[in-house]
């Protein structure tokens, strides 16, 4: 977690593979999504649903801003914190 915390403090502007990166390390199984994975050129999300069916999506644009890489930065550091 600290080396994706490192790399989006690196970053001066956007970038979708990092969103996919944070988007697979915040990803939590629920009832309906059991696990998540990047596709082959780690642009998107494949996220399997419990019944086995895939959705392939885009990440949420967690780099689009320097206040959303900040908020970001901030939500890894406490889920990191958290599992202390």
Do not use: H
């Amino acid at each position: 977690m600290t080396s994706l915390v490192d790399r989006i403090s690196k970053l001066d502007g956007p970038c979708n593979q990092t969103d996919v990166l944070v988007e697979l390390a915040l990803f939590k199984p629920d009832e309906n999504y059991k696990s998540a994975c990047a596709n082959n050129a780690g642009t998107k999300v494949i996220f399997t649903r419990t019944g086995g069916k895939r959705e392939t999506c885009w990440a949420y644009d967690y780099t689009l801003t320097p206040e959303r890489r900040a908020k970001c930065i901030a939500i890894l550091r406490e889920k990191e914190a958290s599992k202390l």
